[in-house]
């Protein structure tokens, strides 16, 4: 049993979004056990084996969450890590990891790409990294954001096809299978691509990707295993189909309209927007991997995210903090903050990596808040 106490901290709550002075955490076996006023400290606390830290000065604060990475995305060209080793792609992905936790994102949501194998060797102690919630394979349709195929190949699998972003299914029965093996295969929530993307090859950002009853099947699978669907969608016709066919969660959305924010507000559904990404795509997404035949599909898409986040938080959409970096571009997941904080105040922008953050991958009071109970993941700030 160990024991660690951090005292004489500010304490960051940020529920209540204030700064508490001069305060104790108490932390047994990698839980919080006591939160309280330095000085009421527990009679073990002069026991041998205590660590005791010191932090007079300093700010303590839960860790950050990113809910859209992609821990395995060690190139912004995708189809590099199908043709990679399986084994090559785990250990970039395992930098990668380092990289997050040592910037301050002790949790992180992978919204394609990683997979049972790095989620149990983060939490076995032999990687170094955040916390993994994971959905496995992406579910695509043919020709969607998850094909990497070109318009002239015909073959699907690769090396790395059984740990790869995505899977290419089509129909009712496809879709009901995907969800279920991504299931069996430990997934914390399933993932679809229900609309054009950047770095595919052959949509365009205006599809609509999947039919309705295709949705209709995922979201009640993935129902009925517990879980949620999280949904790639930029367009607001996307994003709207998908939070009523019962979507929780939908990633980008720079094109949405007032429809959907008035869907996303009757439903209970989570926007995540990733507004960093655009701005690094489009100043080194090429020279980072990035196809330059599908490069200028970031104009389309780059001074809109903005304006989308700003009228979701004035409507009072749910909102959590997103990156969808890849390649050498992950360095910029901080800059998210900054982005945001030009319409949000810092404390949404806090508690969007934070409370709220928590609050979509189900893990209240858990993560996202330094209280008694909640896992030890926290940082200090000077």
Request: charged fraction near 25%.
């Amino acid at each position: 049993m160990s024991l660690l106490l951090l005292n004489r901290v500010g304490l960051l709550d940020v529920r209540a979004g204030r700064l508490l002075p001069d305060m104790c955490v108490v932390v047994r076996d990698g839980l919080i056990e006591r939160v309280q006023p330095a000085g009421l400290e527990p009679p073990e606390a002069q026991a041998e084996g205590v660590v005791r830290l010191e932090l007079g000065g300093l700010t303590l604060m839960p860790g950050l969450i990113d809910a859209h990475v992609h821990v395995m995305a060690w190139t912004a060209n995708l189809r590099e890590l199908l043709n990679a080793s399986p084994h090559y792609n785990a250990l970039r992905a395992a930098e990668i990891m380092r990289g997050m936790l040592l910037r301050g994102f002790t949790t992180v949501r992978d919204a394609a790409g990683a997979d049972f194998g790095l989620k149990r060797a983060v939490e076995e102690g032999w990687v170094l990294g955040p916390r993994l919630y994971i959905c496995g394979r992406a579910l695509s349709q043919t020709g969607g954001h998850g094909d990497s195929r070109a318009a002239g190949e015909v073959v699907l699998e690769t090396v790395s096809s059984p740990v790869a972003f995505s899977r290419v299914v089509d129909g009712v029965a496809e879709v009901r299978r995907a969800v279920r093996e991504e299931v069996r295969r430990g997934a914390d929530q399933i993932k679809l691509m229900l609309g054009g993307g950047i770095a595919s090859p052959t949509d365009r950002l205006t599809n609509d990707q999947f039919s309705l009853e295709e949705i209709r099947a995922a979201v009640e699978e993935a129902q009925m295993a517990d879980l949620y669907v999280m949904a790639h969608a930029y367009t607001a016709r996307a994003v709207n189909r998908a939070i009523a066919l019962g979507v929780r969660s939908l990633e980008h959305c720079n094109l949405i309209d007032e429809r959907s924010l008035e869907l996303f507000l009757q439903h209970g559904a989570w926007m995540v927007p990733t507004l960093v990404t655009y701005q690094a795509l489009a100043q080194e997404g090429v020279e980072g991997g990035l196809p330059k035949e599908v490069a200028h599909k970031v104009e389309l898409v780059l001074d809109q995210g903005l304006g989308a986040l700003e009228r979701a938080y004035r409507a009072g959409v749910n909102l959590a903090y997103g990156t969808d970096l890849l390649g050498a571009m992950h360095r910029y997941q901080s800059l998210e903050f900054r982005l945001r904080a030009q319409v949000q105040p810092n404390l949404e922008v806090i508690r969007a990596a934070t409370l709220y953050a928590a609050r979509l991958l189900r893990a209240e009071g858990r993560l996202g808040e330094v209280v008694p109970g909640a896992y030890a993941d926290l940082i200090v700030l000077e």
